[in-house]
Nanobody, 114 residues
Framework: QVQLVESGGGLVQPGGSLRLSCTAS????????MGWHRQAPGKERELVAT??????TYAGSVKGRFTISRDYAKNTVYLQMNSLNPEDTAVYFC?????????WGQGTQVTVSS
């Protein structure tokens, strides 16, 4: 069973930056994607970014501001978030996907407010 542990959320002012981290508790395959989703109050969960070997994808709303990266040796995925705005306020969830199932983290709160 794979557990995903996220960290790095918090309160930041508009225009600020945060870096989220997510580490898998067990060895995972480098061939499977990892990513981040988010869910704002009253809204559905949405894709933010994903990373697999040789390819990254981003939601249009974060492209150019957020950067996803992965340390394959540490089973860890990162999300560097710059130029944050209040619309980025949400609970951010880490995801690891295999051919059979999806593993989700418990979520970390990001609040962008002055």
């Amino acid at each position: 069973q794979v557990q995903l542990v996220e960290s790095g959320g918090g309160l930041v002012q508009p225009g600020g930056s945060l870096r989220l981290s997510c580490t898998a508790s067990a060895s995972i395959s480098n061939m499977n994607p990892m990513g981040w989703h988010r869910q704002a109050p009253g809204k559905e969960r949405e894709l933010v970014a994903t990373v697999r070997i040789g390819r990254t994808t981003y939601a249009g709303s974060v492209k150019g501001r957020f950067t996803i990266s992965r340390d394959y040796a540490k089973n860890t995925v990162y999300l560097q978030m710059n130029s944050l705005n209040p619309e980025d306020t949400a609970v951010y969830f880490c995801l690891y996907s295999t051919s059979f199932t999806h593993y989700w983290g418990q979520g970390t709160q990001v609040t962008v407010s002055s």
